[in-house]
Every structure is written in structure tokens, then in C-alpha cells.
């Protein structure tokens, strides 16, 4: 099994992956932490305990990073996961309550309870590892990995051209995560647009859910009109579930491994920048960042039964 601190802004497509690490048997879920992205930072917490709660599992929330780093927050269009990030429709009322610890006390925390064995599937703005880092810098020989959803090398931006929404909203977090040198593996736009979660899988997924299935197909039913938009497409991009098939299910992916950076400011910001390794640029910072695998390649529909089935 796979022990997990799950990093999250839940988000629509944060509630479907959230509503996995709660039920699939190979993975161990140690407890969530949140950050502010598609939502402000109480309400994803608020979201993540209620995600919880409606599975009937009790599993800690710790509260996380309310604003980037450095640039100020771009708060999220309220039209692609709703003002209350579950797409707007009525919810119960929350039970539960977060822990005192912060996010990154958490993390700092977890890890060392049980060095080499917790994996980090962040799948939000990256402030609260970037913070965890901070707090322990031996953090990257402790981890057995970390899973980003997030960044696109081949595929463009979801923000703009070139950048996607995790990277985009804190560059500067995201700089120091993905270039710490701990195990990593970036899960971007390249494989998450090749994924479609139709409506006919979200149908199934409703029936075999409880009552978080009609939290997830009723913000799945807001969601998929942004795609329609977006994309022009019938269905949507299940992103940070696709960092939990990784975990579990890494056969459907093709990783290539490499230096990996990301900008900061300027035209570039939030991009992205991928250079495959054994390449030997001239200018040598490109070959002296710490290696990583990117996703390039995936089995979409196989990754989508498997999101399917496990739900
Ligand atoms: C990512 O941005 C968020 O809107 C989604 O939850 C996902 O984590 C996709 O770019
Ligand atoms: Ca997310």
C-alpha cells in the first residue's frame, strides 16, 4: 500500500480524487492538507473535511497556505469550480473540525513518523510543501516521493499559453518544489487532457457512491460545461486523479526523465521548462537542477476505467 499526505484546493476535480485516496485499498491516506487555488484556503478546508465526512471516515485535515509566496493571489474564476468549489450545489452541513497543526507542521510531522514510506501527492499551488521544505530542509531524503499534478512541457497552459493553473498560481512555490531534489514526478496537462471522464463514467460513478456521489456528480454536471467551453469537449479532465493513478497504477504513464525549472515572471511566468537529461546545454544551470520524471505519454482510457471502477 501506499502511505499519502494528500496537498489539496478541493475543486471539483480535487473532490473526485479525494473521494479515490478514500477508497482505494492500496492506498493509505495519513491525512489532507490544503491550500488556497480553486477556492480560498478556509473552504477547501471546509471542503476537504465535508469530503470526509460524507465517506464516513474520520482522517485528518490540516490548514495550509492562504496566498502565494511572493506575487499576490489571482483568486480563481468562480465559474469553473463554483464560488463554494463543489459546483455551486447545496451541500450538507460539516460536522468535523481542522486540526490545530499547520499544513506544513503536518507534512514535517508525518514524514518523520515514518522516514522513506510517505509519498506527497500535491495536486494544488505548491506553497505548503515549499513551506514544509522550509521548515525541514532534510524533508527530500525522508519522502519516498512526490506526485505534482501540475505544469505542461508539450501541451500549453490552462492560465495562459504556456502555464497551468497549480504552477501559474505560486511560480515561486513551486520553483523550490520541483527543483529540491527529493524523488518527483510532475503529472501535468501532457497526460491530464489526454484523460476524458465522460458522462456516462460519471453516471456509474454516481451509482456506486453513497452520498459523496452526488456531490460528485453534481459538480461534476458545472464543471463539464468549462470544458464544453474550454476545450470544446463532452466530459472533463480528471487532473489530480491522474496523479493518483500514477501512484498506484504507473504502467499507464510514460515518464522521461530530466532537469526541471519553472519561470517566474514575465511572459513565461508559471511555465513549465523541461530539458531531457544527458543533453549537455551550453549553459550549464540547465544540467545542474536535480533530475525528475515528467509524464509525456498515458493510456487515457485506461486511466479513466480506472478512475471509474475505483469509484
Ligand atoms: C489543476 O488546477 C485546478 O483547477 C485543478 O483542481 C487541478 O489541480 C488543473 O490545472
Ligand atoms: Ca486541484
Redo the contacts with the bound molecule.
Keep these: 500500500t501506499h502511505p499519502i499526505i494528500f496537498d489539496t484546493?478541493p475543486?471539483v476535480?480535487?473532490a473526485q480524487a479525494i473521494a479515490i485516496a478514500l477508497a482505494h485499498p492500496e492506498i493509505e491516506l495519513l491525512g489532507m492538507t490544503t491550500t488556497y487555488?480553486?477556492v480560498d484556503v478556509s473552504t477547501a478546508t471546509h471542503n476537504a473535511l465535508l469530503l470526509a465526512q460524507l465517506a464516513d471516515k474520520s482522517i485528518p485535515v490540516a490548514q495550509g497556505a492562504a496566498a502565494p509566496l511572493v506575487k499576490p493571489r489571482h483568486p480563481?474564476p468562480a465559474h469553473?469550480?463554483g464560488a463554494n468549489g463543489l459546483g455551486d450545489i447545496e451541500l450538507p452541513s460539516l460536522q468535523g473540525q481542522a486540526e490545530s497543526r499547520s499544513a506544513a507542521q503536518f507534512i514535517v510531522d508525518t514524514v518523520n513518523a515514518r522516514p522513506g514510506e510517505v509519498s506527497l501527492v500535491a495536486?494544488?499551488p505548491l506553497g505548503n510543501l515549499a513551506a514544509a521544505l522550509q521548515l525541514d530542509p532534510m524533508l527530500v531524503d525522508k519522502v519516498k516521493q512526490v506526485v505534482v499534478?501540475?505544469g505542461s512541457i508539450r501541451e500549453g497552459g490552462?492560465v495562459t499559453p504556456v502555464a497551468?493553473?497549480?504552477i501559474f498560481n505560486d511560480p515561486h512555490a513551486a520553483a523550490r518544489v520541483l527543483t529540491a531534489g527529493w524523488p518527483l514526478v510532475m503529472v501535468g496537462?501532457d497526460v491530464?487532457h489526454r484523460c476524458v471522464l465522460s458522462p456516462s463514467h460519471m453516471a456509474r460513478i454516481e451509482a456506486g457512491q453513497g452520498k459523496l456521489g452526488k456531490v460528485l456528480a453534481g459538480s461534476y454536471a458545472f464543471y463539464r460545461d468549462f470544458y464544453q467551453e474550454m476545450l470544446g469537449i463532452d466530459g472533463c479532465c480528471p487532473?489530480?486523479s491522474c496523479a493518483l493513478a500514477w501512484l498506484v497504477r504507473p504502467e499507464l504513464f510514460t515518464t522521461h526523465r530530466g532537469h526541471l525549472n519553472v519561470a517566474t515572471e514575465g511572459e513565461a511566468e508559471g511555465q513549465t521548462i523541461f530539458a531531457p537529461e544527458n543533453r549537455g546545454y551550453i549553459e550549464p544551470r540547465w544540467s545542474q537542477t536535480p533530475l525528475a520524471d515528467v509524464c509525456l505519454g498515458v493510456d487515457g482510457a485506461a486511466v479513466v476505467e480506472w478512475i471509474t471502477e475505483t469509484l
Design positions: 484546493d475543486g476535480d480535487d487555488g480553486n480563481a469553473i469550480h495536486v494544488g499534478m501540475g490552462n497551468e493553473a497549480n496537462l491530464t487532473h489530480d
